[in-house]
């Protein structure tokens, strides 16, 4: 059974960082997309960034929304089985609920944004940005 798990949600102050975890288990990084979404009260969800592993390389394709371009980092440990969204110079704009996904798919691209194209999800960690 496949299962993602976040962590490391919490309160900061503008300014601050945080990094998210996304916990997998049942299925390994390789042939894998593993996304980060987010969700704002009354919006819609928005991917926030992708990392994307080809079934020979365990060095993954990263991808990043517009929102968080050079404010974030995703990264993995693939001994850990484990995602990471590190997030620096956090704004007020940027709380919302995190959610992970992941797909088993052969080539990534331009679609890492799009909601259907994800198989798995986590239930989503809080992050509140204070001003």
């Known amino acids: 059974e496949v299962q993602l798990v976040e962590s490391g949600g919490g309160l900061v102050q503008a300014g601050g960082s945080l990094r998210l975890s996304c916990a997998a288990s049942g299925f390994t990084f390789d042939g894998h997309a593993v996304a980060w979404f987010r969700q704002a009260p009354g919006k819609e969800l928005e991917g926030v960034s992708c990392?994307?592993?080809?079934?020979?390389?365990?060095?993954?394709?990263?991808y990043y929304g517009d929102s968080v371009e050079g404010r974030s980092t995703i990264s993995s440990d693939n001994s850990k089985n484990t995602v990471y969204l590190q997030m620096d110079s956090l704004k007020p704009e940027d709380t919302a609920v995190y959610y992970c996904a992941a797909v088993w798919t052969p080539s990534y691209g331009s679609d890492w944004d799009t909601t259907d194209e994800y198989d798995y999800w986590g239930q989503g960690t809080q992050v509140t940005v204070s001003s």
């Open positions: 990392i994307w592993f080809s079934d020979d390389s365990t060095e993954g394709t990263t």
